[in-house]
């Protein structure tokens, strides 16, 4: 090799050796960063995914929830909701709040869903819980997307444990009947079926999803307990149903409880409530 060649590459060593040290250097003072950030304006346009945001979000992270949220016959939740601006599930609205995530439910206000993701806007849409196991499932949901997967993993212990606890309570199974406007009840592969069942009863409805349960059939069922929703305020033809002479006569044989809507509405831990209401109505019949 040529003296000149030589000399050339060995002064060139040092430059190569000073370029690495200063890109590794530039490395070890580059911050990492998060693949995926949490998200700091979560706008939720659902009645149970509000519940489930307002649970799960770090303070100042949930910017808006629906206005279904702060109705107390509705939501378990509605004190705390009137502290959040409300909104009605219009994109327009929606899109002026600076979203970087929105959470809808599966079927809520589809055209708004649609418009925000043409729009660029993030959206998660939760499908509604049909069984107690689905509350986990829905903390952990939305508890990884606002990247708050400890307090999920809180919540998600206290609820298995608290439920565990309820369950144990039951010796004897007395049969009930859910029974709502236009004779609509719930089979066992319903939340609300699943919350009878942990409470401690058996379904007179029997297995399978949401059924209308006609008169005769509610009637050969002869329920231990008949459970019925508070009516809404003002006058409904769905309701009569619930004031005809058979289900007065059931009423007055039987043991006739009433639950609060918002407790078993939407797939969250205040599930729990309707389970614990319902246990003490069982304990009230041994």
């Known amino acids: 090799m040529p003296v000149s060649a030589a000399t050339a590459r060995l002064s060139r060593r040092p430059v190569l ?21 949490a998200p700091r304006r979560v706008v939720s346009m659902n009645l149970c995914t509000d519940q489930l945001a307002m649970l799960l979000a770090a303070p100042g992270q949930l910017v808006s929830v629906s206005r279904l949220a702060a109705d107390p016959r509705s939501s378990a939740m509605a004190q705390q909701a009137r502290s959040y601006p409300q909104n009605h599930g219009q994109a327009e609205e929606i899109w002026q709040m600076r979203p970087d995530l929105v959470i809808a439910g599966s079927y809520t206000a589809r055209a708004t869903v649609t418009l925000l993701k043409r729009l660029g806007v993030p959206v998660l849409q939760v499908q509604p819980a049909r069984s107690l196991s689905d509350v986990d499932k829905l903390l952990r949901q939305v508890g990884d997307a606002l990247g708050r997967t400890a307090q999920a993993d809180t919540l998600i212990a206290d609820f298995d444990t608290r439920l565990a606890a309820l369950r144990a309570e039951v010796r004897r199974r007395p049969r009930a009947a859910i029974y709502q406007a236009n004779g609509y009840s719930s089979g066992d592969a319903t939340l609300a079926g699943e919350i009878l069942e942990a409470a401690g009863f058996d379904n007179v409805a ?69 389970i614990a209401a319902l246990a003490e109505t069982r304990k009230a019949l041994e």
């Open 17 to 37: 050796s000073r370029v690495r040290l200063s890109l590794l250097a530039l490395l070890l003072a580059t911050p990492v960063l998060a693949a995926d950030p």
């Open 206 to 274: 029997g297995p399978g999803g949401g059924t209308f349960l006609p008169l005769e059939k509610l009637v050969m069922a002869d329920p231990e307990v008949l459970i019925t929703s508070v009516p809404y305020p003002g006058a409904s033809r769905a309701e009569e149903i619930l004031h005809h002479p058979v289900v007065r006569d059931i009423r007055a044989r039987s043991h006739t409880t009433t639950v609060l809507d918002h407790d078993w509405i939407c797939g969250t831990p205040h599930v729990l409530e309707a």
